[in-house]
């Protein structure tokens, strides 16, 4: 299946969030802005980040680690290198 536009663009903001100190020796890649900075950088709408990142969670791109309190979502990616495509 494909992505949507408002998928691709979060994946891609959060890839760019994701620091060097945390790519994991296990493949992960582990970023944690708040869902304004997605939508702020991405030109989506807060609402559309959420729709994204439940999309890319469905697809197996992410998956949402949620802090408790006040804390940030994290979010924990698999980077291209990992993806499988369809066959």
């Known amino acids: ?6 998928a691709c663009r979060t ?3 959060l890839a760019e969030s994701v620091n060097d100190a945390m790519r994991r020796d296990n493949g992960e ?6 869902a304004e900075t997605v939508a702020r950088r991405a ?7 959420f ?8 697809a ?3 998956e949402r680690r949620r802090g408790g309190g006040r ?8 980077p291209p290198s990992k993806w499988k495509t369809p066959e």
């Not at 030109?43 to 980040?49: L, P």
């Not at 729709?51 to 469905?58: G, I, K, P, S, Y």
């Not at 804390?71 to 698999?78: H, I, N, R, V």
């Open 29 to 34: 890649w582990l970023a944690w802005p708040s």
């Open 60 to 62: 197996k791109l992410l």
């Open 43 to 49: 030109g989506i709408t807060r609402r559309s980040v």
């Open 51 to 58: 729709r994204a990142t439940d999309e890319l969670e469905a």
């Open 11 to 13: 994946y891609i903001v």
């Open 1 to 6: 299946a494909q992505l949507s536009d408002a």
């Open 71 to 78: 804390k940030s979502t994290q979010y924990c990616l698999l």
